[in-house]
């Protein structure tokens, strides 16, 4: 079909009306090859009109000239319970020059579940009326799959929003830059954001969508909030969504998890990018033992053309929470501190041992040794073994934002930094650059340390590191694994930093393949210095550096003994004691190079 101006008279209209069709299955989709090619061809619309509703809504849009070539549209029409008709729309304004044509359409997918003779099992849902056997997860998830209704009958309103009527039991975030909007109808900005919503598949329906264009900035995000859930236990509650990311200058969509209310929480789903002029399914299991919530982030891309749209959000086997989330608060070096002190006669130079009111040198604090009967001069300090297992980061903490480079501001939660991660929580393709399995179970649930590269931008630095360790001995070392697997890994660094001084101690780059690999840095004896791990990241997101297992061996500083030192054993100008064996071996044993004097 094609439109053939026939008049000279300034504005002609030329419809082409579909039959009338009684109703869709929630699959539909509708395309058609287009032709718009000339010099003033104008644009050409395709509306749907619903029974008993006034307002067409518009489907797909063809502005101006698009060359002299065949173009393919699909549209996603989805559940339509009602009769309705489509109307291609040509308006002709003044002067039309060119052709506009339409062939080959086609509907796909349009009919609902046809009736079954039984419908066995679990995951398995027998429609009421329609008799259609549908699958157990479509069940309360907004979208009349059956065509009767039947699986969004008795549905708990709790779990479930498609925002014709506000926003439910969901919340706005106020730690973010700015909201989730809602509306009917098209976005504001043309060529990105749905044109209709998802529930009703018309541009009467409500959705919520991130606003892409001025004031908002690149990397600026819009957190919602779920209701709390109970823990899952052995059930798995299972979250459902509809998401709409068309535009050139889309960027992410992302899904978090937390069981603390002042965290972002950890990562179930992300998607980058431009995803078609489409309302997309989405399914995430959530498992947690303990209370949780929902965190649905949407981050605005570098141009106006970057709208994110969510519709028809539902849980399933869930069950809400009465009580509030904990909180955590904590000093600088991630620890907390008990706030009183015992009774004690200790100068400002000296260390109270909590427990005792006891007094010891400030150089005995965080040196590997306990000299407080209830070691708490190396409680506030890093482990001598840290798994990360029980997601403790054993002392180790990532210095204030001095070290954030590039054009970020303080309060970026998209910063390139370390965080605890396992296999289990990794999103599809993740595990091709952060590991699927820890270091010290080798499963998906055991945790590591990684910086990710998800974040951040090429040459970004993150640093993670020990409280000051007062004094080590002369045989310290430190002993990790590292992961660095993937095509854009930049590198890892151990660096000492002592007062305003850093040195490289031992430095790794590129991909070293999909296993652990152990490292071992000699200390020797070093005081009041931290060490630092740095991670750069490469030129992508595809490079994640992991850490795990990191031991300090051998690092408690000498003693002098209470004994004269024996015939296999060498006394040190300073009255410590060594084996004779480490004489003239180029490592200062004594601490004071005794063992090291030309003159011996």
Known sequence: MFILRNSSSISQIAWLRSPKFRQTGSNCTLSFWYYNYGQSVGAAEMHLLVDGLKQPTVLWRAYYNTGNQWLKAVIQLGRLPRPFQLSLDKISLGFYDGISAVDDITFENCALPPPALSCEGPSRFWCRDTKACIDSLLVCDLVDNCGDGSDEDNCNPDLQCNFENGLCNWEQDIGDDFNWIRIQGPTPTVNTGPLKDHTTGTAMGHYLYVESSEPHQFQDKAILLSPLFSPSGNGTCIFRFHYHMFGKQVYKLSVFQRTVSNTKGWLLWYKF??????????????????????????????????????????????????????????????????????????????????????????????????????????????????????????????????????????????????????????????????????????????????????????????????????????????????????????????????????????????????????????????????????????????????????????????????????????????????????????????????DESPTI
């Open 273 to 594: 990018g431009n995803q078609g002029n489409r309302w997309i399914r989405q399914t995430l299991y959530i498992s947690s033992f303990k209370p949780f919530q929902i965190l649905v982030k949407g981050t605005v891309g570098d141009g106006f053309a970057g709208d994110i749209g969510l519709d028809d959000m539902s849980f399933l086997g869930c069950t809400l929470y009465n009580g509030n989330l904990p909180t955590i608060s904590t000093t600088t070096s991630g620890t907390s501190v008990p706030a009183t002190l015992p009774m004690n006669n200790c100068t400002e130079e000296e260390f109270v041992c909590r427990a005792s009111g006891h007094c010891i040198q400030m150089t005995q604090k965080c040196d590997f040794r306990p000299d407080c009967s209830d070691k708490s001069d190396e409680s506030a300090c890093v482990m001598e073994v840290c798994d990360f297992e029980d997601k403790n980061q054993c002392g180790w903490y990532q210095p204030a934002s001095e070290q954030m480079s590039g054009n970020y501001s303080i309060h970026t939660t998209n910063v390139f930094k370390w965080e605890l991660g396992r296999g289990a929580n990794l999103y599809p393709e993740q595990e091709k650059h952060c590991p699927l399995i820890d270091h010290t179970t080798c499963t998906e649930e055991g945790w590591y340390l990684f910086a990710d590269s998800s974040n951040g931008e090429f040459g970004d630095i993150a640093d993670i590191a020990t409280p000051v360790i007062s004094l080590t001995g002369p045989k310290c070392k430190i002993i990790f694994w590292n992961h660095m697997n993937g095509s854009t890994i930049g590198s890892l660094e151990v660096l000492c930093k002592t007062h305003n001084k850093t040195s490289k101690l031992w430095i790794q780059s590129g991909s070293q393949g999909p296993q652990w690999n152990r490292a071992e840095v000699f200390l020797g004896i070093r005081s009041n210095f931290q060490v630092v791990f740095r991670a750069k990241r490469g030129v992508s997101y595809m490079g994640d550096v992991a850490v795990d297992d990191i031991t300090f061996e051998d690092c408690s500083p000498l003693l002098i003994p209470d004994r004269p030192c024996t015939s296999e054993e060498f006394t040190c100008a300073n009255k410590y004691c060594i084996p004779k064996d480490n004489l003239c071996d180029f490592v200062n044993d004594c601490a004071d190079n005794s």
